[in-house]
């Protein structure tokens, strides 16, 4: 055999080898608020919304999720939707009135995402507000409604008085964790303040919550 082949056939089984391999997969939390279940949830407010129920709607608002006695794990998989409801003006920022517009999760009280949302329709003649997701704020490079799965759902509030509708994202996030208690906190830093009611201007809410624990061999 060619020196060269059989030194790189060596080197793909050493590498291969020392891969992780996912041992196991233990989901330990799936939550759609169909049944308005809080359980292990700490300012938890469930509403109505698009035919469905769903954890929100907040403005200076937030929700805790604590799970107890986790089995042993290497990692936390963390997925759901999030509604952006109207008027999100992204990192757009005028003095103490409006923005930036930003929404957070922490894992442990440590930040993984810290991120501004615009939910405008960005066409020609108009001033499309950025927004940092999919990056972390103070990023403003990004579109409004980028890396959005649906943009075409209705508002939280009256379409007449807020015309901007609600877009989908699909958050993901995998987290290096291996301790017996987790925390996961979502939270906003929404500021509009010429208006009367402003959680009917904009805010937020989350559905189909699931978290999984990944054991590596």
């Given amino acids: 055999m060619n020196k060269l082949l059989l030194l790189s056939f060596t080197f793909i089984i050493l590498l291969s080898s020392c891969a992780k391999t996912v041992q196991n ?52 998989d963390i997925s759901f939707d999030l509604y952006i409801h109207d008027s999100w003006e992204g990192v757009q920022q005028i003095g103490s009135v409006s923005g930036p517009d930003i929404w957070a999760m922490n894992v442990d009280r440590k930040s993984y995402i810290y991120t501004t949302f615009a939910n405008f329709d960005c066409v020609a003649g108009n001033f499309c507000p950025p927004q940092s997701y999919p990056g972390d704020y103070p990023a403003q490079s990004n579109n409004p409604k980028t890396g959005a799965s649906r943009t075409d759902l209705p508002g939280f509030c009256s379409e007449a008085s807020n015309p901007n509708g609600t877009t989908l994202y699909k958050i993901h996030k995998s987290v290096s964790h291996s301790d017996k208690m987790l925390l996961i906190q979502c939270l906003d830093k929404l500021v509009q303040t010429n208006v009367t009611d402003q959680k009917c201007d904009e805010s937020w809410s989350v559905d189909n919550l699931v978290v999984k624990v990944i054991k590596y061999n």
Avoid: W
């Fill in 25 to 76: 997969e233990v989901q330990v939390y799936s939550n759609d608020f169909e049944s308005a279940n809080l359980s292990g949830i700490t300012g938890g407010i469930i509403s109505s919304f698009n035919g469905s129920k769903v954890l929100g709607n907040y403005n200076k608002g937030e929700f805790n999720l604590t799970i107890n006695d986790l089995p042993k794990h290497d990692l936390v």
